[in-house]
């Protein structure tokens, strides 16, 4: 089985609509700060495809994840706050994963608040593996809240060569464990590849399933 989750998604509607038009099931991870979330949404329901948040958390360099994202330096009633605030934008999404989120999916305190509320609302949680030092996938086992953890990234280096080798990567890691999850961006080399290689899962005894 192979998973493949593409992040950043509602920003560049252009390429958002091209992840869209892809062979489904993907499952499409939305930031929340996007425009017009509820209809582009409801198009990429439509054809076939899983929904998820991809939650604004703090990185451990300058980078700024956006708007309402998750910080250690806020206090619980406001981490559950900008939470609800960014599970607000649209429906239908089976869980989260972390947009960023190097610093606070490594401190405890804070993730233990965003597991609670995943428990309570009966999502999933998606670690995107940004830090060897997450606590996200433990604490969510331990809490019983379904999770899954990111085995490959497709376009951390964005050319196309880079995208090919790492669904290679992909292919190998579902043979080996019965499963792999990738995660990409609606980026031009990875649009491209994802359109000409998920035709190809069949006769390579995979199959695309949704988170």
Known sequence: MVAIVIDDMGIDRPRSMRAVELPAPLTLSYLPYGKDLPGQTAVARFKGHELMVHLPMEPSGSAD??????KTDLDAPELRRRLAANLSHFDSFVGVNNHMGSKFTAYRPGMEIVIDEMKKRGLLF??????????GAELASSAGVPNASRNVFL?????????????????????RNGYAIAIGHPHDNTLNALAQWLPTLREKGLVLVPL
């Open 155 to 175: 376009d951390d280096v964005m050319s196309s060569d880079n995208v090919w080798h790492q669904l290679g990567e992909v292919e190998k890691a579902a043979v």
């Open 126 to 135: 998606l670690d995107s593996r940004t830090t060897a030092q997450s606590v």
């Open 65 to 70: 994840p956006g708007p309402d994202a998750l």
